[in-house]
């Protein structure tokens, strides 16, 4: 059995699987149990995986905590995602709305104006989609009969979708003025020539981002417009298929439209979470131990770029060291020492005392 964790919290969705998976099986193992010891915690948990409205419960939550996990491994993505974060915040949030409100409401509303709270607009117990699973178990003649117990777990179930909402609307302008443009510099919104018929010029992304173009230089805004006009001209010569992030970079080996794709290359440097850098505090931890603690910055430094070199391409195994990088390794790699910073000294020092 897998056991749920407050530092992997992910992982409890695999933790309410496995117990479905093995519920069965947990019945017999517990009943024998209770029936051989009789203690008061096997009792507890033998009544409580004989309760049916206890698994319903679980097929609820295997249904809906996917939903919440692929949205957080969204966030922590070390790909460039920021393009399409607000139609992916957009969709979970428009998929919870639609399990327990009308679905005309909130089709013909703006997500940022609809009042979930409203008891007017809620569905019926009955007219929720909480999952096929749980569909499949309100057909159980023992639960249907009781009328009690199935409106608290509709009600139990309508309170978890409505803060979930709630927490989502909290955190997120669902008309956020920046988010909702940067789709615009999607590969394939930015090489196409339909696109420009609702997006003619980027003027208006470029407006929101005076930090990154300031708005007195308008020969250099021009520049940029005029070659996000003409962009959708290159596109056969474009892989559009590659990440974002690369397909810019592409670009801006292009004199043509260089002002351009610096500006999405700025732009895309928002950062859409923090858990690359997280990533980043983890690695220093696993090298900077308390043994080795007299590691200088460099050597640091050098140490994480190196794996994530060679992450880039593929594995350790994968991984072929170019002719410059043997040309390096020679006894002058280890003089390449600043002597006047006082930790650099202080590791000589070390270094000639052994």
């Known amino acids: 059995m897998l056991h749920p964790s407050q530092t992997r919290w992910l992982s409890l969705v695999a933790v309410v699987e496995r117990i479905l998976e093995q519920w069965d099986a947990l019945k017999l193992f517990f009943t024998n149990t209770w029936l051989s010891e009789k ?124 803060t979930s909402a709630k927490e989502i609307k909290k955190r997120y302008r669902m008309n956020d003025p ?43 805004i021009q520049n940029i417009d005029n070659q996000w006009r003409n962009l959708p001209a290159k596109f056969n010569e474009l892989d559009l298929t590659l990440p974002i992030d690369k397909f810019w970079s592409e670009l801006h080996l292009c004199q043509d439209y260089r002002e351009l794709s610096q500006f999405a290359l700025d ?43 060679i992450k880039e391409t593929g594995s350790c195994i994968d991984f072929k060291p170019s002719d410059e990088m043997l040309c390096k390794l020679n006894l002058s790699m280890y003089k390449r020492i600043n002597t006047s910073s006082p930790e650099s000294t202080a590791a000589l020092n070390d270094s000639d005392s052994e």
């Not at 440097?269 to 983890?282: D, G, K, L």
């Not at 603690?293 to 050597?299: D, E, F």
């Open 39 to 162: 203690l008061v915690s096997t009792e507890i948990i033998f009544n409580n995986l004989n309760d049916p409205f206890i698994k319903l419960y679980f097929n609820f939550l295997a249904w809906i905590l996917p939903k919440f996990t692929e949205f957080y491994k969204f966030f922590q993505s070390e790909n460039v995602v920021i393009t399409s974060l607000n139609d992916k915040i957009h969709e979970i949030y428009r998929d919870i709305l639609l399990c327990f409100l009308k679905r005309d409401y909130v089709m013909k509303h703006e997500l940022e104006s609809i009042n979930f709270v409203n008891e007017e607009i809620w569905l019926r117990n009955e007219q929720m989609y909480l999952g096929v699973r749980v569909m499949n178990d309100l057909k159980n003649l023992e639960i249907s009969r009781s009328k009690l117990e199935l409106n608290k777990f509709f009600s139990v179930c309508r309170n978890f979708l409505v």
């Open 267 to 309: 732009t895309l440097c928002i950062p859409h979470s923090n858990a690359q850098c997280e990533r980043v505090f983890s690695h220093v931890n696993l090298m900077k131990t308390k043994i080795r603690n007299k590691l200088l910055t460099k050597t640091v430094n050098g140490t994480l770029l190196a794996a994530q070199h």
């Open 178 to 220: 920046l988010l909702s443009k940067l789709h615009i510099l999607h590969p394939a919104n930015a090489a196409s020539s339909k696109f420009r018929e609702s997006v003619p010029s980027i003027f208006s992304l470029i407006e929101l981002l005076p930090r990154v173009v300031q708005m007195d230089n308008m020969s250099l």
